[in-house]
């Protein structure tokens, strides 16, 4: 079975500053998908930014960036230029190709300080 | 331009009553999902859909159950609620299962 762990229940960081949340998850497959989900209090689930296994490249959406290690199976979201606004749970989550079920890490809440 | 929505928002249910929370979409969307999250726990698929007349279990599929007689509707069933049923429950849909997914905003249920 395939299981996420995200090992930062709470992060904080200054407004304006980077900050670097963690995701590891378990497979034995190549080929799967990787996302970071924001849920903010609205408790509506964005998608922030999506990692296809089999490309190399990083993805990049704007502030937000990954850092994939495959062989490492870690999967770490970066976010630059902190704003208030980037405050909520983040969530990590792994889906194997062609299959349904996304799997996903218990969160972590992210803080944005002033 | 709603996406997914979900109703109702909100419901305190008393145990061993039943209720159905509904899902629709308006996009056309084949896969349909429902999660419940709980604290400490991220989101887990309790069931899910690839087509109209089409369901299948996930993690978490026991006490519940689903129907998706129309493409657009997908209704997650509570026979008869339980305490540790009390969740948030989110829908979700997609057309591929190479990208995310599109959420609705939520069901908070309390069973007490």
Redesign the interface.
Known sequence: AQT?TQSQ?EMSVQEAETVTLSCTYDTSESDY?L?W?KQPP??????VI?Q?AYKQQNATENRFSVNFQKAAKSFSLKISDSQLGDAAMY?C?Y?R???????????TRLTVKP | NAGVTQTPKFRVLKTGQSMTLLCAQDMNHEYMYWYRQDPGMGLRLIHYSVGEGTTAKGEVPDGYNVSRLKKQNFLLGLESAAPSQTSVYFCASSNSRIYGYTFGSGTRLTVV
């Open positions: 996420v229940p998908y996302f989900y609205s408790r509506q689930m964005i998608l999506r296809e969530f989550a889906r190709r062609n299959n349904n079920d996304m799997r996903f890490g218990a969160g």
